[in-house]
């Protein structure tokens, strides 16, 4: 069994910052990738940004250039160094990491006030 556990959201004003902190523990199983998803009121869970094990990074086109993924396998921990936040960016942040099977964090409540 593989147990996420996110920190790090809370209550911050349009333009500010926020880091967000998945740690890993649990079984020791061979992890893909890491990433972070959200999920806003009554909208669907996104993909914000997942990092690989070889250190390829994505990003979902609304946070380029103001968000970014680091640490992830085959370290325990990975990060989520949000800038430059937007009220649309209000949501509830999931850590997932992949391997073989999907895993998956309770979330963390982000919310950005205009």
């Known amino acids: 069994q593989v147990q996420l556990v996110e920190s790090g959201g809370g209550l911050v004003q349009a333009g500010g910052s926020l880091r967000l902190t998945c740690k890993r523990s649990?079984?020791?199983?061979?992890?893909?990738?890491m990433s972070w998803y959200r999920q806003a009121p009554g909208k669907e869970r996104e993909l914000v940004a997942t990092?690989?094990?070889?250190?390829?990074?994505k990003y979902a086109e609304s946070v380029e250039g103001r968000f970014t993924i680091s640490g992830g396998s085959p370290g325990n921990t990975v990060y989520l160094q949000m800038n430059s936040l937007k009220p649309e960016d209000t949501a509830v942040y999931y850590c997932?990491?992949?391997?073989?099977?999907?895993?998956w964090g309770q979330g963390t409540q982000v919310t950005v006030s205009s």
């Open positions: 649990g079984v020791a199983v061979r992890i893909n990738s």
């Open positions: 990092v690989t094990s070889v250190g390829s990074k």
């Open positions: 997932q990491a992949t391997g073989g099977l999907e895993y």
